[in-house]
Each structure stands twice: as C-alpha cells, then as structure tokens.
C-alpha cells in the first residue's frame, strides 16, 4: 500500500509538471509580445495570429487526444506529447524567421495539448470518485503556476536573458519531463481492471459517437467556450497591451495584473472544486460563477476601471470567477462511462481553445484596422464580454450529478 501511494504521488506530481509546461507556453506571449513584435517586425494580427497557432493545433486534437488516451494510455501520449512540445519550443528559440517561429508555436501546440486530458485521465483511476473534483482542482493549480510563471516573472526575466534563452531552456526541461513520465507514469494502479459501470468494450468510434450523442456532454462545452475561451485570450495575450494602451500601466504593471488574474484562478478553483465535492453539488457554483465572471467583463466598460486599485479588482473577480469552468470538466466525465472519461473531457475541452482561436486573432485584426487604439480594446473587450454570456446560457443545463457517474442511470436532474 505505502508502495502505491508514493506511485501515486509519483504519477500525480509529474502529469502537474506536464501541465505546468503546457500553462507556461500558453500564456507565454503575452509577457514577450514586445520582444516578439519587435524581433519578427508583426503587426498586431501577425502577434495574434503567432500565439493562436498553439491553440489551433490544441483545439484540432482534442477530440483525437481523448481517443488516444482511452486507447492507447496516458503514459505513451504524456511521453509523446512532450518529446514534441520540447522540440517546437528549441524550434522557436532558433527560428530566423516569422515562419519558423510559428511552426514551433504550431508544434508546442501540437505537444502539450494531451497534458490536460491525460491528466484528467490519470486522476480518474488513481483516486477516488468523489474526490475527483478536488484532485483535478490541485491539478488545475499546479497547471495555472506556470501561467503566473509566465507573466510577471517571465516578463521581469527577459529584461536579464534573451527570450530565445527562455524557449531553449522551456524545450530542454520538456524533453527531460518526457523521459520521466516514460520510466515512471503506469496508467493505472497494478491490478486494476476497467470498473463494472463500465459499458462492453467497443470500437473507438462508437464510443466517440455515444459521447457527441450524450445531451449532458455539451453544456460543458459552451461553458468552456465561454469561460476559458475569454479567460484564455485575455490573459494569454492581450491583456499586456490593453492594459498599457488603455489604462496606462507598464509592462511590468500589466503583467502583476494578469499574474493576479492567474492566481485568483487557481486559488478559487482549489476552492471551489473541494467545497463542490463536500456539499455534493455542481450546477449552482457553475450558474453563479459564470454570472459573476459576465458581469466582471462589463465593468472594463465602465468608469468604475478607471478609479485607483479598481482594475486590479476586476482582474481579481475575473480569476475568482472563472474557476467556474473547472467543473465542466468533472460533470462531463460523470455523464459519460468511466472508460471514455478521456474523449468526454477533451469534447469540452475543445471549446475554450477553439474560442481563443477565434477571439485573439480577431482581436489583433481590430486593433490593425483601427487608428484609435483604445476604442478597438474597448471593442475587443465587448467581443469577450459576448463569448462570456455564452458561458451564463450554458451554465444553465450543466446536469447535476451529485459528485457521481450517472450515466448509465440518466438521472440528471
């Protein structure tokens, strides 16, 4: 027993670092957006267009990740996953040019978009039930570290070292990350076999099917897209320049701001997913989260932003707030059979990262086209404040699992 409890934490500790990276390169841009812009000579589009290619790649295979990882194992698509997030961030920190930087933005993508997923899956059958939740929020905290990583400190830190150092440096400990999880991860305790909840064993696609065709799966989705989606574009990216342009800051200012905003997040996530799993509900802190975090976008528009310490404010309700998402994770493998957690999780996974996708991209293409860099911002932030009452519409039909799998009964209530 004391053997497999320290496996646990083993296995545990090592798909948080995996998820620690992938948070570190999806906010990483924001904090170089200078020195990128600078070095490749962007425009704005070009930036948004750099950061998002992570989130193409991220949003294409989710779905496939989910698959993978029910099929062939987290440990193998941990592994894989990092050998080519490694070698896309050496890429980036060599490229010569605009086209080789985004392949290996592309390649990042491509190589940490499997953490989460294999993380959740992990968490699935190494603890308990009722318990997942709170897991996957410590998960989510460990994951959102390396966002606060690469917000302030990162930005204090190419003041001292070359942002190329920074990618060299990000590949080499992702390709020693790999190697680990190789010799160490197993995908399950050592004589444990699939749960008798679960259905009979079927061909990859049907499984898929029943996920897509399951009404309780898509809630979740809109909710990430929602949620995630802005909280994921704001932070990753424009948050830096909006708040210099529009509010005045420094970099180093704006950056503590989206540090704030990072660890508001993962605090309240911790929080949010122990207390769900003690009073055994879900839907309520969903409604009530994505409520607040609509309301937080509309006060940017506001002159309540402008009085002294009242962005650092809305930065801290939209943290706190956004944890929201965290649960749509965990009801979506409640409604769903325990052995396709992995495509259930990934299917409302895919909505944030496809939203970023869209969002920041369009987001540059108005700050392009405009002469008035602060009403394309306050533009910018109207679009993000529409993606997050998405959010509220879809917290609405979240199912209320009551902290169980419930799929095979249909009682969602």
Request: charged share 15%; with cysteine.
């Amino acid at each position: 027993m004391e053997r497999k409890s320290r496996l646990r934490f083993a296995v545990f500790a090592l798909a948080g670092t995996a998820f620690f990276l992938s948070f570190f390169h999806r906010v990483a841009p924001a904090a170089l957006s200078q020195d990128l812009t600078r070095e490749f000579r962007l425009s704005s589009a070009a930036l948004g267009t750099l950061s998002a290619t992570y989130f193409y790649v991220y949003t294409l295979m989710q779905l496939p990740t989910g698959v993978l990882v029910d099929t062939l194992g987290p440990r193998r698509v941990l592994t894989a996953g990092g050998l080519v997030s490694g070698g896309g961030s050496l890429l980036m920190g060599l490229a010569g040019s605009f086209g080789a930087a985004a392949l290996g933005r592309t390649l990042v993508g491509l190589g940490v978009s499997v953490a989460f997923v294999s993380t959740l899956k992990l968490n699935s059958v190494w603890f308990d039930e009722r318990r997942f939740a709170t897991v996957t929020g410590i998960s989510t905290v460990l994951g959102t570290s390396g966002a606060v990583a690469a917000a302030a400190p990162l930005a204090w830190l190419v003041t001292k070292v070359s942002w190329r150092s920074v990618f060299l440096a990000t590949g080499l400990v992702s390709l020693v990350v790999a190697a680990v999880i190789w010799l160490v991860v197993r995908d399950r305790p050592e004589g444990m076999r699939e749960t008798s909840a679960d259905p009979p064993e079927e061909h990859w696609t049907r499984a898929l099917s029943s996920v897509l065709r399951n009404p309780g799966t898509w809630p979740g989705f809109w909710v990430n897209l929602g949620m995630a989606g802005t909280y994921l574009s704001f932070v990753g990216l424009w948050a830096v320049p909006y708040l210099m342009k529009v509010h005045g800051m420094t970099s180093i200012e704006a950056a503590r701001h989206t540090s704030l905003m990072v660890v508001a997040l993962a605090a309240a996530g911790a929080a949010l997913t122990a207390v769900s799993d003690r009073v055994e509900l879900r839907r309520p802190f969903v409604i009530v989260s994505a409520i607040v975090y609509f309301a937080s976008w509309l006060l940017w528009l506001t002159g309540f932003a402008s009085k002294p310490g009242m962005s650092s404010a809305i930065c801290l309700a939209l943290g706190v707030s956004a944890s929201g998402f965290f649960l749509s994770w965990v009801t979506a493998k409640e409604v769903n059979p325990p052995r396709f957690s992995g495509m259930a999780v990934s299917l409302v996974n895919s909505g944030g990262f496809l939203a970023v996708g869209i969002l920041q991209p369009t987001i540059g293409w108005l700050l392009d086209r405009s002469e008035n860099q602060q009403a394309a911002f306050r533009f910018g932030i109207l679009i993000l404040a529409g993606f997050a009452f998405l959010a509220v519409l879809g917290s609405f039909f979240i199912p209320e699992t009551r902290c169980r799998n419930i799929w095979k009964k249909g009682e969602a209530a």
